[in-house]
């Protein structure tokens, strides 16, 4: 069974950076991705972006399109999101989660790591 946990997350004055890590344990043999989204108060859940398991990215956010950088690191089985140059309207609740091969829809999903932004 595949368990995700997050962390890395904090608060943080605009302008500043986090990175965030998603440590991934278990059968990962048909994973294809590994996905970062996000939820502010009162917000739906949103993709940020994600990473196939071959390293390529995408992003779904315009809003992130050159500030944040989703990486793996295949030996650590763990993926990150590096956030910079962050704003108030990135204060969420950010989840990583896995998209299985085949699947159209993300899980497990870890519990999540709170990021706050001050203005």
């Known amino acids: 069974q595949v368990q995700l946990v997050e962390s890395g997350g904090g608060v943080v004055q605009a302008g500043e950076s986090l990175r965030l890590s998603c440590a991934v344990s278990?059968?990962?043999?048909?994973?294809?991705?590994v996905g970062w989204h996000r939820q502010a108060p009162a917000k739906e859940r949103e993709l940020v972006g994600l990473?196939?398991?071959?390293?390529?990215?995408?992003y779904a956010l315009d809003s992130v399109k050159g500030r944040f950088t989703i990486s793996m690191d295949d030996a650590k089985n763990t993926v990150y999101l590096q956030m910079n140059r962050l704003k108030p309207e990135d204060t969420a609740v950010y989840y990583c989660?896995?998209?299985?091969?085949?699947?159209?829809?993300?899980?497990?999903w870890g519990r999540g790591t709170q990021v706050t932004v001050s203005s």
């Open positions: 990473i196939l398991k071959n390293g390529a990215t995408g």
């Open positions: 989660a896995v998209l299985r091969r085949g699947s159209t829809a993300y899980g497990p």
């Open positions: 278990g059968n990962m043999f048909n994973f294809a991705a």
